[in-house]
Each structure stands twice: as C-alpha cells, then as structure tokens.
C-alpha cells in the first residue's frame, strides 16, 4: 500500500541553526503534501502545504521543497527557535480521502 | 464556533468492554474521519465519512466501527476493547470549497487518550 518515509525521528539544533525534515512517499498520484506541527498533548496543526504543481512555497522561516520525480518533499525551518521544539509530521494525500501520514521528527532547538 | 469537539479527554477500559468515541462539528463540514496516533507510527486513518450515510474504511479499521446519521457527528464505537487499541484517537474534518469540491485542509479535534487495560 501507499506509505510515506520521515527522516530523522529525531532532531536536535542549536537556536539560530536551522533544520530540514525530509519525507519520502510511494503514490506517484499524490497531489498534496501538508506539513503538521504538534506539541505536547495538543491537536496537529497545519504550519505549511504544498501542491504537487508547485516546487517550492516559503512562509516567513519555514519553506516547503517538492521534487515530484524522486517523490521526496522536505521543510526547512531558519533561524530556529525554542518555540519550534516540538513533533512534525508529513503527509500525502492519496486519492481524495486518505491521508497518509509519516512517522513523525521529533525537534528540539536547544538554547 | 466550537470546532470540532471530542469526548471524553481521558478513558481507560478493561479489556472486552465496549464505549463510544464522540466526535461534533459545528462547521457544516462534510468529511469527518477518524485517526488513531501510536508512538513511532504517525497518525493512521481508521474510518472516515463523506456525507451523512456515507462511510468507508480507512488504513486500519479492524475492531472499530462508525455510522454518520448526521452531518454534525461521527461517532467512533469499540465493540469489545482490547490492549492494542490503547492510543490517542483524533477527529479530523475537512470542508467542500465553493466550487463543490472537497478542500485539502484537516481540521484537528483535541484528542481523546484511551488507554485498554
């Protein structure tokens, strides 16, 4: 079935570095690509997204890279800081309905 | 507006009973759907709905089942609870664009944390 990769589980960054999560996903159809942030016991949120028409998208410190060929998308997030600390998550939308989602990067920006 | 809301926050079962996950949308949202978030796995669709009447099986809907009578609920039911269904369960909804079809963005209830002993 359709699967999407999350590299690294873990990620720790001095505050100021930056950081790159990069996802890797199977379904050659996919189409749309969301990036979610999640703290602590709270909901994921959406930070950044990205349509498979586009290569690139940038939101203030966080940008998105799509390469459709090799089916990998990636964030960026400049200028870390604390606040970033936190679980983000990847996902392709397969089809219509279903989310695929990948298994997450667990951030810290150490101060 | 409340969002999408989920009861209850907390629940610990035994294993073998059974009880009902609530999820309600005040947004008029068509799609409802139902993840369950293990640690190292992500989140992973159990079920979801595109209309009231309207159901469908998502990555890992063994032992779960779900009806969607209204537009505003979708509740999630264990018919006989066991330990590995210990997890964080979400309710996600998505809304229909103005031109009819259906926008990408999930939105995120806050969780219920089951735990099956």
């Known amino acids: 079935g359709e699967n999407v990769e999350q590299h690294p589980s873990t990620l720790s960054v001095q505050e100021g570095d930056s950081a790159v999560i990069k996802c890797t996903y199977s379904d050659s159809a996919s189409n749309y690509f969301p990036w979610y942030k999640q703290e602590l016991g709270k909901r994921p949120q959406l930070i950044i997204d990205?349509?498979?028409?586009?290569g690139e998208k940038k939101d203030q410190r966080i940008a998105v890279t799509l390469n459709k060929t090799a089916k990998h998308f990636s964030l960026h997030i400049t200028e870390t800081q604390p606040e970033d600390s936190a679980v983000y998550f990847c996902a392709a939308l397969s089809g219509t309905y279903k989310y695929i989602f990948g298994t997450g990067t667990r951030l810290k920006v150490l101060a | 507006n409340a969002g999408v809301t989920q009861t209850p926050k907390f629940q610990v079962l035994k294993t073998g009973q059974s009880m009902t996950l609530q999820c309600a949308q005040d947004m008029n949202h068509e799609y409802m759907s139902w993840y369950r978030q293990d640690p190292g796995m992500g989140l992973r669709l159990i079920h979801y709905?595109?209309?009231?009447?309207?159901?469908d099986q998502g990555e890992v809907p063994n032992g779960y089942n779900v009806s969607r009578s209204t537009t505003e609920d979708f509740p999630l039911r264990l018919l006989s609870a066991a330990p590995s269904q210990t997890s964080v369960y979400f309710c996600?909804?998505?809304?229909?664009?103005?031109?009819?079809?259906?926008?990408?963005?999930?939105?995120f209830g806050s969780g219920t944390q089951l735990s099956v002993l």
């Open positions: 709905s595109v209309g009231a009447g309207i159901t």
């Open positions: 996600a909804t998505r809304r229909r664009g103005v031109r009819g079809d259906l926008n990408e963005k999930l939105f």
């Open positions: 990205i349509r498979s028409n586009v």
